[in-house]
């Protein structure tokens, strides 16, 4: 049996709805961010005293960070399911999220999160938000092409 990649009925499809689910999901978690908090603190820290407000302070705006990818990932998909991968709006699109990755990055990087972990995150973020960014370019230059070609007689 062949699964097909896009289209209706694929793989891409399953994830432009799988996109939906992680909305949804997110969204509940930042409402609960405060209580997963306290119970995470709980388990691997005596007391956050200060600690608290500063990791929210992270976590909230790397949360809505997270829910913007989704929500342009689902857009990208939209289009790609649509026969339209390689479009100027898709290359924003993936600029949208190379930005959204850089302020994760930097909020990670910015030493607030008492966690060894912290600074390692954030460098994956900064390494995703580049390579985001060199892909935004690269389909720029494709839905360029694209254009030049369905000009084309």
């Known amino acids: 049996m062949k699964i097909s990649i896009t289209g209706k009925g694929s793989l891409g499809s399953l994830l432009e709805k799988l996109c939906w689910v992680l909305l949804f999901a997110g969204l509940v978690i930042v409402a609960a961010l405060p209580w997963i908090l306290d119970y995470y603190g709980s388990l691997f820290w005596q007391d956050l005293g200060t600690d608290y407000i500063r990791i929210l302070l992270v976590l909230y705006p ?23 991968p390689f479009s100027l709006e898709n290359a924003r ?11 994760v990055g930097i909020l990670f990087l910015a030493g607030i999160v008492p966690s060894l972990l912290a600074p390692m995150l954030g460098l994956a973020f900064l390494f995703l938000s580049a390579l985001a960014l060199v892909l935004s370019e ?16």
């Open 93 to 103: 699109r993936v600029r949208s999220v190379s930005i959204c990755c850089l302020v």
């Open 138 to 153: 690269l389909v720029r230059q494709a839905a360029i092409y694209k254009e030049e070609n369905d000009l084309t007689i």
């Open 62 to 84: 790397s949360a809505f960070m997270g829910l913007a990818v989704i929500w342009q990932l689902r857009k990208i998909l939209v289009n790609v399911n649509g026969g339209n």
